[in-house]
T-cell receptor, first 111, second 110 residues
Framework: GQSLEQPSEVTAVEGAIVQINCTYQ??????LSWYQQHDGGAPTFLSY????GLEETGRFSSFLSRSDSYGYLLLQELQMKDSASYFC????????????FGRGTSLIVHP | NAGVTQTPKFQVLKTGQSMTLQCAQD?????MYWYRQDPGMGLRLIYY???????DKGEVPNGYNVSRLNKREFSLRLESAAPSQTSVYFC?????????FGQGTRLTVV
């Protein structure tokens, strides 16, 4: 089976940088995804890392270390609208993308 | 494009009643999924369908059945609802390395 660990809550102030960590244990691994979910909304895709290293998309970056079974999501220049839950998800199925999600991290951005 | 459409958005059932949650996608994706989301538990996979004509159990399949009616549609059936099935249900479709979610169904079983 799979297990993922991420902090339950992170708080930060507007304009700051925050890092949300994710560690995973899985029998097979093809990649790590990140999703954002605002209260009452649907999860939306942010990023996917298949290889080690940092992937940057605007203010958001995602990092993966396969040898450490670890990844993180980095959010820069935080805005109030970034207050949301963030989920990491492992892709361990191969062939078809079948994400298994962590319990999520609630990010609270203060003015 | 509508993306992934789920119906209904809200539903209240009595214990023992049955119902089917409907899901359709218009993105021609091969994979479709049903997740449930409970407070503090993240998204847990109930069933998935990697391609038309196939379905497989996820992490929490007990009490549910699914049908992949065609490439577009993937329904979730509760045969005899229980209070433990009170949750928000999300349908999603996926291709390559990205999943697209519907807006969810809030189900309460009393």
């Amino acid at each position: 089976g799979q297990s993922l660990e991420q902090p339950s809550e992170v708080t930060a102030v507007e304009g700051a940088i925050v890092q949300i960590n994710c560690t995973y244990q899985t029998s097979g691994f093809y990649g790590l995804s990140w999703y954002q979910q605002h209260d009452g909304g649907a999860p939306t895709f942010l990023s996917y890392n298949a290889l080690d290293g940092l992937e940057e998309t605007g203010r958001f970056s995602s990092f993966l270390s396969r040898s450490d079974s670890y990844g993180y999501l980095l959010l820069q220049e935080l805005q109030m609208k970034d207050s949301a839950s963030y989920f990491c998800a492992v892709d361990s199925s191969g062939g078809s993308y079948i994400p298994t999600f962590g319990r999520g991290t609630s990010l609270i951005v203060h003015p | 494009n509508a993306g992934v459409t789920q119906t209904p958005k809200f539903q209240v059932l009595k214990t023992g009643q049955s119902m089917t949650l409907q899901c359709a996608q218009d993105m021609n994706h091969n994979s479709m999924y049903w997740y449930r989301q409970d407070p503090g538990m993240g998204l847990r996979l109930i069933y998935y369908s990697a391609s038309e004509g196939t379905t497989d159990k996820g992490e929490v399949p007990n009490g549910y059945n699914v049908s992949r009616l065609n490439k577009r549609e993937f329904s979730l059936r509760l045969e005899s609802a229980a209070p433990s099935q009170t949750s928000v249900y999300f349908c999603a479709s996926g291709q390559n390395t990205e999943a697209f979610f519907g807006q969810g169904t809030r189900l309460t079983v009393v």
